[in-house]
């Protein structure tokens, strides 16, 4: 099967799955189906989640040589598995083991279960729109536990759309951002307001172990 032709090149920080929602509306497709099946053959589902590279064994049908990305730069800067692939005991003795410290261990306790809806940053799309002309899903505000934006000091906001609802169909982040208003959810908001601190240390704490697994992998170093 020959690559997609319209197959959008990844933004920075951008999620899979955020990917394959610029391809549906660059393809035109009438129906979600159809862009699924361009994407993963025959399977009736995205086979994705927010975070997740399950996918990428289908990456034939959406790159060639000429991309400038592969499977494995996807893997590394377009899903969260460099960042739970940190928490995972390394045999090496050369290399410590998150595994074995309480502070890796608590806070892999608290990011291990992704969040329910699909969120942003309204800074982050907004520098996004002014930088690419689109927003788009990024990786870490899905990742449970990352309620502060850590550059620009602002709660992560919640959008309607569950991590459920993404199985079977496309949600773009611009067309979803600039139709709906963010999720009331006060008590949240509350409770984000009243520990902010501690948020925004987990939050920065998040960006950092992240940024950190990415580079690690690119120096063949698994932390």
Aim: glycine share 2%; hydrophobic share 35%; proline share 7%.
């Amino acid at each position: 099967m020959s690559s997609l032709t319209c197959f959008p090149t990844p933004l920075p920080e951008e999620s899979l799955y955020s990917i394959f929602c610029r391809y549906h509306v660059r393809s035109c497709n009438d129906r979600d189906s159809t862009t699924i099946s361009q994407l993963f053959d025959q399977c009736r589902s995205l086979q994705t989640s927010i975070l997740s590279p399950r996918p990428l064994r289908h990456a034939r049908n959406w790159i060639d040589t000429t991309s400038g990305f592969n499977r494995s730069s996807l893997m590394l800067d377009h899903t969260a598995y460099p960042f739970f692939r940190t928490f995972i005991s390394n045999p090496n003795p050369k290399f410590s083991s998150y595994a074995a410290d309480r502070f890796f261990l608590s806070l892999y306790q608290n990011c291990s279960t992704p969040s329910k809806r699909l969120r942003y940053c309204p800074k982050c799309a907004q520098a996004q729109w002014e930088t690419f002309g689109a927003s788009y899903w990024q990786i870490l505000p899905q990742i449970n536990g990352y309620e502060i934006c850590p550059i620009h000091l602002v709660p992560i906001q919640e959008t309607e759309i569950l991590h459920t609802d993404i199985i079977h169909r496309f949600f773009p982040a611009s067309h979803v951002l600039s139709e709906c208003n963010p999720r009331k959810d006060s008590a949240r908001l509350d409770w984000i307001n009243i520990n902010w601190k501690h948020f925004l240390q987990m939050a920065q704490d998040i960006d950092y172990i992240f940024r950190l697994a990415v580079s690690g992998f690119l120096l063949g170093v698994k932390i």
